[in-house]
Structure formats: C-alpha cells, structure tokens
C-alpha cells in the first residue's frame, strides 16, 4: 500500500475533512438503507477517538448543482448520530462563511457533516475555486469513498492539492487489498464470473482479467455477442451488432479459458418496464427460437458454471447473469451466488464488485456469506480494468 492510510497520520486536534460516500436511498424523507455509512463507520470512529475535529463531505443523488430540497443530507444526521452514539451537527451549506464559523467551533472528537456537495455544480466539475473553499476547511484530508474515487472530482482531487496530507480511509483500503490481491497474487484457480447487459462496458475488464485467471465465465444479455461471433443465431437477443468482431478476437484470445453458456431461458414476450414476460423456454444456445429474446442461463449452463467454481480459490464476479429483477429470470444469478457462498465456506476468496452484482446477493439474502463486497460498481469495474483510480493516484504518498 504506497498511499497513506489514515491510521499513519496525528489527527488530534486537527481538523480533518473526510470524503464519505453517503448516498443513500430516502424514502419520504428518511434513510432507507445505512449500508453506505456503516461502512464508513471504521474511518469515522478511529478519527473521533483519536481527538480529530472531523468534517464529513459528501454527495447525494445528481442534483446537477442545483439546491434539491429532496437530496438534502440532513436526514443523514440522526442515523449516523445513532451509528457512532454521539451529537452530529450539520451545515447547511458545504463552503462559505457559516461552514468555516460551524468547523471553527468543533472540539476534538467533534463532528460536522456538510450539505449535499453536487449542489454545486464546481463539485463534478472540480472546479480549483470550489477546491480550494473545500480544502480552507481542513489541515488534513482523508478520502474513504470507494465509490466515487473513479471521479475526479473537487472533493476527490481537487481538494488534494490545496492540503499538504491526503491519505485513505479504512474502507478504500480494504476494497484495494482484497481487489488488488485478487488481481496480483490470486490464490488458484482463479476464476471471474462476468455479466450484464453489454459487451461494450466490460472490454477492457475482459482484456485485463484474461491473461490473469484461470476461467472466465461469461453470462447475461453480453454473452449473446460472443455467441453471435460464433456464428450461431441468438432469435431477438440483446446484441452488440458493432461488436461481434471484436467479441470474436476475446474469444480467440481466451480459448478455453473463456466459457460461455451451453444454454439460456428465453421467451417471445418480454416488457421490462411492467415486469411482463412470457412463457419461459429452454433453449441450447446454438437453437434460440427466432421470436425468443433469451432472459438468463439456463440449467446446464448452472451447472457446468458451478462446477468451475466448485474449486476455486479466488473468484470475482461482476454483472448479473440475466434479468435478475424479474422472479423467473434471476435464477442463475441467484444460482452463482449460491455456489460463490459455497466457495466462501470451503475456503475460497470471493469478491462482489459492486453494483447489480452487490444487489443480486444482497436479493438473494447471501451478502454475509462472502468475502467482500465492494461499495462501487463503477469504481470497482475501472479497477479490474486495470485503470488508476484519481481519488486515490491524489492522495499522500507514505
């Protein structure tokens, strides 16, 4: 770990501006899930019992830097006054005179928390005015949002070069550790479970993991591309017409260590936007009936997949393997969850990155059953891709 953690700085007394990622969902008007700041809590605490004067930051929905009364992280406050057990306060603004008065009064083991930053539209724009205003707040700097640290972004980087010290919080600490384990020095087999809708978000995820792992199994509505560059007729299926060549060369590139379905649940009604599907048909994936859109992998495709995961070691999946929010669809998906929570209890390493991934398991009631869950989709996508992630290249070197 090059960068600095926060455990390695002196935070008494100071006044430490931490970027959390409290976006959560509100439902009229209160928090629906805390998972987001029970994560933080391990950053927040060891800053508070350390004598810090902390002042926490972060977004809320996209308001697109206007003021939305309905994205306001004011009811924040009481859930995370219950989480840590003492007073929040709160600011209703993130930079001006009011704030600076508010962080001027702070006590050592203190806590304020700022106003939606997206209300300013300099936040997404990094904007070097609405930086240095951010970082006049603070002596040191402290980042533990795993899910916005792809962003570069005022409170991410910006802010890093208006304060001397910048490290990471416990929790982008963690989802490095177990990401970048998995990516350097993966216990074998090593196998990546890909999904979702498209081919074209997971390409350079491909690239950068062939070469790595062992298997690379590959399911939902992407894995009709590579099917169609096989020559084979996939009915109605999504497909990545531009990308069939390219969906070609991986598969060259991978040989047999990228396995796709043998089979898939399609239908010849599908309305995703009213949950409405059709009757259900079983279909070798080389004979998908012209009319059928193919909805999730099927039985044998369960089954060989779990078979590859029976003996892993470290397996990391990204993307569902069908339309998981549809009861009938989700399957398969529910099915890789089983077999990763199986290789979780039999040893194996196991890493959800995120996103509808994160939210299949948390569905299918397995979230505790593995290894680790990262709290960011995209964050956690650029990672595997082998890409520097600016929130955390910005950060103090040790």
């Known amino acids: 770990m ?20 409290f976006n959560v969902p509100l439902e009229n008007g209160q928090v629906a899930n805390d998972k987001r700041m029970r994560a933080a809590l391990p ?5 508070l019992d350390r004598g810090g004067r902390l002042i926490l930051m972060s977004h809320l929905g996209r308001p697109k830097g206007q003021r939305v009364s309905e994205m306001s992280l004011s009811p924040c406050v009481p859930v995370l006054e219950k989480l840590i057990g003492r007073p929040v306060r709160f600011a209703q603004e993130c930079i001006g005179p009011e704030v600076e008065k508010a962080v001027d009064s702070l006590s050592s083991g203190q806590v304020l928390l700022l106003e939606n930053l997206r209300f300013h539209k300099g936040e997404t724009d990094n904007d070097e005015t609405f930086s240095k205003a951010l970082a ?9 949002a ?14 890093t070069k208006f304060i001397a010290i910048g490290a990471m919080g416990f929790l982008i600490e963690k989802e490095i550790t177990y990401l970048g384990d998995a990516l350097k020095e993966p216990e074998r087999p090593f196998v990546a479970v890909l999904g979702g809708a498209k081919i074209s978000g997971k390409i350079d995820v491909i690239e950068n993991l062939l070469p790595k792992v062992d298997r690379l199994l590959v399911g939902g509505g992407m894995a009709f591309t590579f099917v169609k ?3 084979m007729q996939i009915g109605s299926s999504l497909l990545e017409s531009d990308k069939v060549e390219l969906a070609g060369s991986l598969l060259e590139k991978g040989g047999k260590k990228l396995v796709l379905p043998e089979d898939c649940l399609s239908t010849d009604r599908f309305d995703f936007s009213k949950r409405e599907i059709g009757k259900l048909t079983e279909s070798a994936i080389d004979a998908i009936p012209a009319s059928h859109t193919a909805l999730d992998i099927g039985p044998l495709s369960v089954v060989r997949f779990k078979g590859l995961l029976k003996n892993a070691k470290t397996i990391v999946w990204n993307g569902p393997m069908g339309v998981f929010e549809i009861e ?9 969850a089983k077999a990763l929570a199986e290789a979780t209890k039999n040893g194996a390493t196991t890493i959800i990155g995120g996103g509808d991934s994160a939210a299949a398991v948390e569905k299918a009631g397995l979230a505790d059953q593995m290894t680790h869950i990262s709290t960011g989709g995209g964050a956690s996508l650029e990672f595997l891709e082998g890409k520097v992630l600016p929130g955390v290249a910005a950060l103090s070197d040790r």
């Open 2 to 21: 090059s960068k600095l953690i926060v455990s390695d700085i002196d935070v008494k007394g100071q006044r430490v501006l931490t970027r959390v990622d």
């Open 43 to 47: 950053t927040i605490n060891n800053i």
């Open 136 to 144: 006049s707040l603070a002596d040191v700097y402290v980042n533990d």
């Open 146 to 159: 795993f899910g916005t640290a792809h962003r570069a972004h005022a409170s991410t980087v910006g802010v």
């Open 229 to 231: 560059a096989k020559g």
């Open 328 to 336: 009938a669809t989700s399957g398969g998906t529910v099915e890789m």
